[in-house]
């Protein structure tokens, strides 16, 4: 995992990492103190993922040309 | 001045004001002229078309009221997909110019684009054999489309159907994305121009992982800025991957050919672009199953372990040790337990805001109505006969287990 992004991981990173929890435990190779690091880690993961499911409002935002010619980011007015 | 006689008049103007020569008055009609008209897409039809021996195009632009003279320099000429005629209704692209010798305006053109469908198809069949021989299409130089992107880039009209259409179904698969819009138009003159410039201003603008171009279905010429050459080559060009949906399924444009993807249409471009959270919260409770039991499993086989150490002769004195371990064990078992059953209530709820139907399979709503599970050794006792007398028993309720001994 990138240092810059340990705070708040994406949608991908944070499902590929489990995956790969899911994975070392299922093989069961793993001593108990790492399995349990690894349970606990991977239910973290799992309750981030979920949650950013449950967001309910799509965010649209408008890319719109200003005076200067430059483009810049702004709401978009509901239909 | 109203008294005046006429020839008055004349010489007065002239010594008030300075009389403009030809040329000079040529000079700043061309620099009005030119500088006012420097962009501009003129439709009409052909006629009097020449091709001189040196490659230049010369012809008329007209319609019922007026007329305008034209000219496609040989360099310009040499791209056009289809041979002009006269007679052909186009949309000419240029600026005007002013020839001062002759005193005359004309159109310098940059870019004809046939308005007839016939002559649309042929030009549409020549561009796509030209770009496929160039390579345009290969899918050696396809993008890969994120799998879970965060924020979608969108290149569409702010008014038309496909802009709906992808808001919906990306609301309803997978809301927690990032929409941006970078409004064009999509058909009529300049709307290749703007998907152009669209498609490079996205392109600058770093956080975006994939673009959706398209619109809704229309016929061959309100789909042709699709079709555009100018359009194709930034589509190649871009380093975000492009998903192109444009018109119905039955349409293709040359921006499907060269896209990263093509879509059938603006809906399927989103429900491709993103996976259904229904499906994804299943995949998140099967993991956490599968976790959950993994850890389970292991705890046992320790916990049989320590108990047959705990039972042997040669360890029963250092029972302390033992003792130790074995609370250690129970320890991890009742947190793995509470974090378990907190993690499967949450992904419950979200899942049933979603899945109203799954409520009635809960397992959980039949022991709420007062029923219970036996375990023996942690298997499900389904008949009385799977109890005998002296048993160790575990009772499931819907809030608890209890454990107990079957009585003689």
Redesign the interface.
Known sequence: MSPGKSRKQSFEASLKRLEAIVESLEQGTVSLDDATALYEEGIHLAKECAEKLKAAELKVKKLAKAMDGQFEVEGLKDE | MISKNPMEQLSLIAEEKKALTVSEITRQIKLSLEQRFSRVWVQGEISNFKQHTSGHLYFTLKDEGAQISAVMWRSRAEGLLFLPESGMKVIARGSITVYPPRGNYQLDVEQLTPVGVGELQLAFEKLKRNLAEEGLFDESHKKPI???P?TIGIITS?TGAALQDI?SV??RR??????????VRVQGVGAAEEIVDAIA??N??RKIDVIILGRGGGSLEDLWPFNEEIVARAIYGSRIPIISAVGHEIDFSISDFVADLRAPTPSAAAELVVRD?AE??EL?RN??Y???G??E???ST?RDRVEGLLSSYSFNRPRDLLRESAQRVDE?ERS?TS??SH?VQ??HH?HL?LEHRLEALNPKNVLRRGYALVRKEGDLVTSARGLEQGDDAMIQFHDGTVKTKVQP
């Open positions: 994120p799998e879970y965060e702010e808001r990306l609301s997978f809301p927690a994305v990032e929409v941006l819009l970078l409004p201003e996205m600058r603008f959270r994804l919260l998140l993991y956490c599968t976790m959950h993994s850890l499993e292991k705890l320790l991890f793995l974090k378990f993690l949450l992904l979200s805001t």
